[in-house]
């Protein structure tokens, strides 16, 4: 069964360092996400990315964090001044649909942690 | 904006049914879906209630009420693997957010 995949499956970095998280998502899928999980709390959404173009952002979304989509299977999270508080899960969704007939299906996700 | 309220916690025992509600607060929204998800795991599609009522995927079910802001997740026969996190979400339909809820941790005793 296809399915989303990330990578690193963990990332320890410096404060202030940049960090790029990837994720290939399931290949016939149209729209990608990014979503955040801080240990204990729920899952967030960060940001949607449809045609190449960010169709939606949260307020977490702000400008250090950016999104894109290098090639045909590559979907990318980059932070770019890590601080203390990005310190979480991310995880990677993809779907075929939008809306109504909407399932979405989440990578294994990649947890950073910022010292 | 949205906003889904869950219990934190609910235990049970093996073989039991236990259910898990969510009401919510939004201006529209397509259905309300549920993942589940275990420690330290990506959350999983479980099912997704488009229309009121009641939608059954084997041992799970789920409800909607539009009327009431609320719907439910019921967990049938409940095994020990069953024990997991398990969230509601929205999309808004002005949006393309899919908003998840405050969670619901389930713990299955034998």
């Known amino acids: 069964e296809p399915e989303v995949t990330q990578t690193p499956s963990h990332q320890v970095t410096q404060m202030g360092q940049e960090v790029i998280l990837r994720c290939v998502p399931i290949s016939n899928h149209l729209y990608f996400y990014w979503y955040r999980q801080i240990l204990g709390q729920k899952v967030e959404f960060l940001v949607s990315?449809?045609?190449?173009?960010?169709?939606?952002k949260s307020e977490i979304f702000d400008d250090q964090f950016s999104v894109e989509r290098p090639d045909g299977s590559n979907f990318t999270l980059k932070i770019r001044s890590t601080k203390l508080e990005d310190s979480a899960m991310y995880f990677c969704?993809?779907?075929?649909?939008?809306?109504?007939?909407?399932?979405?299906?989440f990578g294994p996700g990649t947890r950073l942690l910022v010292l | 904006g949205q906003s889904l309220e869950q219990p934190s916690e609910v235990t049970a025992v093996e073989g039991a049914i236990v259910q898990i509600n969510c009401t919510y607060q939004t201006s529209g929204f397509y259905g309300l879906s549920w993942y589940q998800q275990h420690d330290g795991g990506a959350p999983t599609f479980l099912s997704y209630n488009a229309l009121d009522g009641l939608e059954e995927t084997g041992r799970f079910s789920s409800f909607l009420s539009r009327s009431d802001s609320y719907g439910y997740l019921l967990l049938q026969e409940l095994q020990m693997k069953d024990s997991a996190s398990y969230f509601c979400?929205?999309?808004?339909?002005?949006?393309?957010?899919?908003?998840f809820g405050t969670g619901t941790r389930l713990q299955v005793f034998p």
């Open positions: 979400a929205v999309r808004d339909r002005n949006t393309d957010k899919l908003i």
């Open positions: 990315f449809y045609n190449n173009e960010i169709s939606e």
């Open positions: 969704a993809s779907s075929e649909l939008l809306g109504n007939q909407e399932t979405q299906y």
